[in-house]
């Protein structure tokens, strides 16, 4: 629990993907993969996967890190 005056300092990316007609398995694989290795990460605190419904191709990602900087350092690393 945050200390009183101090606000939680936790951020969440929020990203929409339209997956291309018959590549949903592919995709959802994908997240699966990458589900697990983030999860792994320091200051990295949930992934959700949102589908509307079934038969829907967009696809929602809702990613938690501890801070706004861990958030800045993970998407400015080069691949690995």
């Given at each position: 629990m945050p200390s009183e005056g101090r606000a939680d300092q936790s951020v969440t990316a929020v990203v929409?993907?339209?997956i291309k007609s018959g590549s949903e398995p592919r995709f959802?694989?994908?997240?699966?993969?990458f589900m697990s290795f983030?999860?792994?990460?320091?200051?990295?605190l949930g992934i959700n996967v949102i589908r509307l419904s079934p038969g829907s191709r967009e696809y929602t990602v809702l990613d938690r890190f501890a801070t706004g900087v861990v958030l800045w350092l993970d998407r400015s690393l080069p691949p690995s």
């Open positions: 929409r993907r339209r959802e694989s994908l997240m699966q993969e983030a999860l792994r990460q320091p200051g990295h």
